[in-house]
């Protein structure tokens, strides 16, 4: 029968444990100190279009960043319209965020250089003055491309349109 010294062999183990830990908390505290962009601004990731606080920009670098906006608003022509779906094209002027008014719902998803806004109304009929957009450039640069808009029945309103004032 062989023997074993035990009491080497709980030390052994006991040091390994204790490896362990330090390796297990140095990698934890290095993991920590390498997320940390090292300022007390904490940054933002965004996409364009979306996801920025106000008066911030989604920049090239997919970060939210103080910038400069234009306020636009979408002019919409659609008597009795309740929901309308806005296509938007832009080459040089990127649609930050809309803001909907009071009672009227809306989102916009945006793929440069197109920008697609949806909103309605549960209420009642949208207002002309349903959205207006925060533009990083000029307004002129911003044409309405399509425009859908639907009746409470969910029927095609055919004679809807808008404009970017």
């Known amino acids: 029968m062989e023997k074993t010294n035990l009491g080497a062999t709980c030390a ?3 040091l390994l444990r204790r490896r362990w830990r330090l390796t297990l908390a ?3 505290g290095l993991g920590a100190f390498a997320c940390s962009s090292g300022d007390d601004d904490p940054q933002t990731a965004c996409s364009p279009g979306s996801g920025c606080p106000a008066g911030q920009v989604c920049s090239d670098e997919g970060i939210c960043k103080d910038g400069d906006t234009t306020p636009g608003e979408l002019a919409l ?3 009795g319209a309740r929901a309308c779906e806005i296509l938007l ?4 002027t990127e649609v930050v965020r809309i803001a909907p008014r009071s009672g009227v719902e809306g989102v916009l998803r945006a793929r440069p250089p197109r ?3 949806a909103i309605a109304s ?3 009929a949208l207002p002309s ?3 207006s957009l925060e533009l990083n450039g000029e307004p002129s640069g911003v044409s309405v491309s399509k425009v859908e808009c639907f009746d409470e029945a969910g029927a095609l309103l055919t004679s809807a349109s808008a404009s970017i004032d």
Do not use: K, Q, R
């Open 12 to 14: 052994t183990a006991t």
């Open 26 to 28: 140095l990698c934890v």
């Open 77 to 79: 022509l659609a008597d």
């Open 89 to 92: 094209e832009s080459a040089a």
């Open 115 to 117: 920008y697609a806004i």
């Open 122 to 124: 549960p209420a009642g």
């Open 129 to 131: 003055d349903a959205v």
